[in-house]
Structures are given as C-alpha cells and as structure tokens.
C-alpha cells in the first residue's frame, strides 16, 4: 500500500484487495509511527476516522461507492469540523469545537473519504514556512531541519511523507503551491470561487482559495470533482459549472502554447532550479507545445500590493475574535476594552499581530487612499497583464519558489526576507487565477517544483498538462528517506 | 506617500488601540522596526502610474448575489452558545459596559 496513488488505492479497494477499515489503520499507524518527526498533525481523529472507514466498507461491499469511498483525507485545520478542534493555528482557537462542517469538510465526507485529522499550518495562514503555529513548526520530510512550507505545512508534509494519501489547503499567496514545492508534491489553487469557502476560516477574503495536494495530478482531478462547486452558502462561490476533470487529463499537448515569463526568469532565480525548469521545457516541448517569452511587468509591484491588501482584509477578518462568543477569553477582564484588548493579545501570536497592525495602519483615516485604494489598483493592473498574457499562450510556466528550501529559523527574524519569497504566486492571487505545482526535480536532495497558471476556470486544462507531464517523467515518484 | 518614513512608537501604539491589542513594553521596538521596514517596502507602489485605473476589489467583478426575503436558517443557539465562554438566558455575558449613575 506504501505510496500508492489515490486512483491505485480505489482499484484496490473496489476489488476487495483491501478495506477501508485497513487502508485508515495503514495511515493512522504511520502517523503514529512517524509524525512525532514531523509534526503534522495539530489533531487526529482516530474514532472519528474508523467510524467513517466502516461505513465506507458497506458501501463498497454492496458496490455503492465512488471513486473516492474509503480513501483517507488530512483536513488543514482552518477548515471548520463539526464537533472536532478546529484551530487554525493558533492558541485563540486552541479550546474551538467547531459548531458545524464547511461545505468542503462536508462534501469529502458525503463522498465517502475518511478523515485522519487536522493538519498543523501557520497560525491563520499566515506565513510561508509553518513557523507560526502554535503548536509548534512541521518539519520537512526531505530533511528535517528545513521548513516544509506555509502556511499548508502540516498538510504538505504529512503528503510527502505518506501519511495520508490526499490533504487540504489553502492558498491566499501561495500557501498551497509554496509548500507542495518545498515538499516535492502536486498542489493545486483553482479559480477563486471555484472552491466554497463557507466554514474556511477567512483570512483575506477576495484572496483565499481552497485547494489540494497529492502526489499526482490525476489524484488532484479525482478530488477536485468532489471540492469543487456551487454552494450558494458563499456569496462570492462561483455557479460556473464543474467539469469531470479526469475525463481530459490525457488530451494531447500538441500545439500548447507555453508563456515563459521574463520576470520568473531573472538573476534573482537560483541558477539549480533554473536548470530543472529548462529540463521541464524541454519535456514539454516533446510533447508538441511551443514557447513564448511573455511579460507580466508588474510582478515586482504585485508583493507590496498583496502586503497591503491581505493585512488590510485580515485586520476585518479578524475583528471577529474579541472573547465573547468563542475561542480564548482572558481571565478576569476589568471592562470590555480589556476584555477584547487581553484576550486578542494573549490569542494571536507575533505574525498575526504585525499583520493585523498594518492592515489597521493601511485602512485607518489619511492612509487609505494612499495605500489600500493604490494596491487595489495595482490588483488590476496586475490582472491585465494576465489577461494580455492569455491572449498569446494558453499556459503559463515557471519556477513556483526563487529559493530551495530553507532552513528552519533561517527567515524568521526578518519578516519581509520571508514575504519576497512569495514573488512568483502572489499574482495569480490577486487576479483570481487558477494555478498548480508539481514537483521538477531536486537541488541537494530538496525539492524543486514547477509552477503553471492558466485562464480562469480552465483547471481541467491544467491538471492535463501537469498529468502529460507527470507521465514522461517521474519526480513525482520519488519519496523521501526514513517514512 | 513619497519619501522613507519612520513610525513612531506613539503611532504603533495608536495602531494597537485601534486594533485592540496590548503591545508588551519590550516589543514595541521591535514592532516599530518590523512595521517600518514593511511599510518603507510597499512604499514603492507610488512608482506605478494608476491614474486611470479602477481599484480591483474583488478578481471576478462579481457582485453581491441576492436571495428571496424568506426565513431559511434554523436556530441554533444553543449549539453555537455550547462553546461560549460566558452565556445566561442566552445572551453573551461580558463586563458591564454602561457605567450606573
């Protein structure tokens, strides 16, 4: 069973070879046994998982399951789980039973997976390395003293190192893409709006984007036929309809016209990685695509556009955990101003804190205009380089980090030398893009991954050139040592 | 914006009000710093020319959906006041707010 992919594991278990009842106990031994390691998981849910495992069985037993009954999922914990801790992190939820399930958590379930746990992320999703959790940082499986990403750490990690076939995230600026990279996976971002966030702990709302990872594309097309999707509980949910995004995953890539953006491909690139994309064109130019220099100028700019506007939206989003209705209240508040002052303050930890300070700084009275108001307008600025991009090729290609992976406590005195690595997926947040990254090979036994960006709502298009790819070349077969 | 700038201890702690945070003595150099440094970065966004552009706020340019004025939510109370910290004859309970003559 041991790095089986997700479509392997169905067979399996369509043809009786195994039950679900063993593929859960498979997963929940392996995090037992090595998650200590890692620390990816903030809660596991062994009951919880062993009593949806049963009724997985009995469907498949009188040949009632689907493509995905009986398969294990790992839940970043920001998405809310009825009657299970929900803690996005950080210790203001760390006491949070959560009252009900998001739409994603619930349509996993109705599709008949089961759920090992929630997984550890950077607290709120804020972050880039998953150093900000309260419970302590995920360790990459590749080597355990670097980062494994963030704020998806936890939900990277325990892919990488097979404790769950398939997990969730969340990208506002790359916190799915960024740690699918580090941890040598398949991470998609699809289109905001093509994923419900009703009962997603919010962050930045016109930016925060549900997603997956798993170790192929193919997987990612199984689970986001089930993610994806109307839900008229999200007033921003988009009604565009799904498609069944394995029906074209191997369509011919002959004739794909392949953006190479200048500014992806500058001296800033770390000259191994810049090596391991060439070798990735080159594959895809056998495979019949053409390429394209592209521009997308305002890539530099689209950094401080996105540290004005997430911080702005997460000082509102956060507004909401004062101590009165739920998560962490300080003991014994003199009056509501303390109240809300010590609760917040003991509750969030020093990333949320300088967040929410510049997002309060950036909205507040004689600076909106010039902040918020400008970064909004290069929001659209850099959404038209896109569109302008989208006229002349049908994909965009390049590295999804400048960097490899980093070691732990290696960024973490110097918040703005973590944001600037978040160069190459910070656009396709502000323009609403749908964007994936697989893994492209390693620089000194770490990861390296690739990143590609399409039009909206074309993810059935993306997951079949990551696929092609991920049939002539196999790194995202490789495993790290010691899981 | 146009020159680089540096915030004041006066003004982080003003931030902090608004946002109703404490800031521990110790810290708030350390945050004066950060803050200034973060915002001396996104200084540059005056460098682009958006005089006739429009503010994006939203990627899709969707607007607001509206539904049929109709009661479709059930009550919930008592599941979501199971997990409040101070609740009685289902109301949230925090310190007196209005001062008594």
């Known amino acids: ?35 200590s390691k890692l620390n990816s998981f903030i809660t596991v849910t062994e009951e919880h998982a062993m009593q949806a495992a049963k009724v997985a069985d009995a469907k498949l037993a009188h040949a009632k399951g689907g493509p995905l009954t009986g ?6 914990d920001i998405f809310c789980t009825q009657g ?25 379930n109705a599709a008949g997976m089961v759920m090992l746990g929630k997984t550890n992320m950077d607290e709120f999703a804020m972050g880039s390395s998953n150093e900000n959790s309260y419970y302590g940082p995920v360790k990459n499986p590749w080597h355990l003293s670097y980062v494994p990403g963030g704020s998806s750490g936890g939900s990277a990690a325990a892919v990488a ?7 969730t995230g969340t990208d506002t600026g790359g916190s799915i893409r960024q740690p699918a990279a580090l941890c040598g996976i398949s991470g998609i971002k699809p289109t905001y709006g093509r994923v419900s966030r009703y009962g997603m702990v919010a962050f930045a709302s016109s930016l925060d984007q549900g997603g997956l990872f798993a170790r192929t594309a193919e997987d990612l097309a199984l689970l986001l036929n089930v993610m994806a999707g109307f839900d008229e509980n999200d007033s921003t949910s988009s009604p565009q309809p799904v498609p069944d995004y394995t029906l074209t995953l191997n369509d011919s890539l ?10 992806f491909f500058s001296s800033a690139l770390d000259k191994e990685i810049a090596t391991a ?8 130019e056998k495979l019949g695509a053409t390429l394209h220099e592209i521009n997308l100028p305002n890539t530099s700019l689209s950094i401080p556009a996105y540290y004005v506007v997430a911080p702005a939206e997460c000082s509102s989003n956060l507004a909401r955990f004062d101590g009165v209705r739920y998560g962490h209240r300080c003991k014994n508040p003199l009056d509501l101003e303390d109240l809300y002052k010590r609760s917040r303050s003991e509750g969030f930890g020093k990333e949320v804190v300088r967040r929410i300070m510049i997002g309060t700084y950036v909205l507040s009275a004689g600076y909106y205009d010039a902040y918020y108001i400008q970064a909004q307008k290069i929001r659209r600025l850099v959404r038209h380089d896109f569109e302008e991009a989208f006229k002349k090729v049908d994909v965009i290609l390049g590295p999804t980090t400048p ?7 290696e960024k973490t005195s110097d ?3 973590m944001y600037l690595s978040d160069i190459y997926t910070i656009g396709v947040n502000l323009a609403g893009l749908p964007a994936l990254s697989i893994p492209a090979g390693f620089t000194q036994g770490l990861p390296i991954g690739m990143q590609l960006i399409s039009h909206s709502f074309t993810e059935a298009r993306l997951l079949n050139i990551a696929h092609c790819y991920q049939k002539a070349t196999d790194w995202h077969t490789k495993t790290p040592e010691g899981f | 914006m146009g020159a680089l700038m540096s915030l004041t201890s006066k003004e982080i702690k003003k931030m902090a009000h608004l946002a109703r945070l404490n800031l521990l003595e110790e810290d708030i150099a350390l945050y004066t710093q950060q803050l200034t440094s973060i915002l001396n970065f996104v200084e540059q966004m005056s460098q682009a020319d958006t005089r006739q552009i429009e503010p994006l706020a939203n990627p899709l340019d969707l607007n607001q959906p509206l539904r049929p004025d109709k009661v479709t939510e059930v009550n919930q109370r008592d599941a979501f006041q199971a997990i409040a910290p101070q609740v009685e004859a289902g109301l949230y309970l925090v310190p007196q707010v209005i001062e008594s003559e």
């Open chain 1, 1 to 35: 069973m041991l790095n089986k992919s997700i479509t392997e594991l169905s067979h399996e278990l369509q043809r009786k070879n195994i039950s679900s009842t063993e593929l859960t106990q498979f997963f929940l031994s392996r995090i037992k046994q090595f998650d």
């Open chain 1, 71 to 76: 398969i294990p999922i790992a839940q970043k």
């Open chain 1, 84 to 108: 299970i801790k929900t803690s996005c992190g950080s210790k203001m939820l760390d006491n949070f039973i959560s009252p009900y399930d998001a739409t994603v958590v619930k349509r996993f």
């Open chain 1, 161 to 167: 190192a097979y404790l769950t076939p398939a997990s």
């Open chain 1, 254 to 263: 002959q004739g794909l016209r392949i953006g190479l953006p200048k500014e």
């Open chain 1, 277 to 284: 994309i060439e070798a990735a064109i080159q594959e895809y």
């Open chain 1, 403 to 409: 960097t490899p992976p980093f070691k732990l406590g």
């Open chain 1, 415 to 417: 918040p703005l030398s």
